[in-house]
């Protein structure tokens, strides 16, 4: 059961700890799909905690006083600095050549 006021460090322990189980092989098919399964709904529970969480961050910025300013930080702003930064495989941003 998935409680709305756990903790996401809690939440995401609860996850290790499945996939530490399902890995070892330790559990029977049934209960491997039931941890699964717990594992998906975790995954779910932690996915909206980050969604919430990545709609409060606040980028900080220095007005030309050089006193901090805070504004709501976009998730386009993101991406448009995640465009501009090289691509780490090939550095360059261009496609290799072979």
Known sequence: MAAKNRKFEDEMKDLEDIVARIDSG???LEESIAAFERGVALVRSL???LDEVERKVELLTR???GELQ???LAVSELD???ADTPSERGGSGEEPSF
């Open 63 to 65: 007005n030309a006083q």
């Open 80 to 82: 448009e600095k995640a």
């Open 26 to 28: 330790e559990l029977a």
């Open 47 to 49: 996915n909206q905690k």
């Open 70 to 72: 805070s504004a709501p």
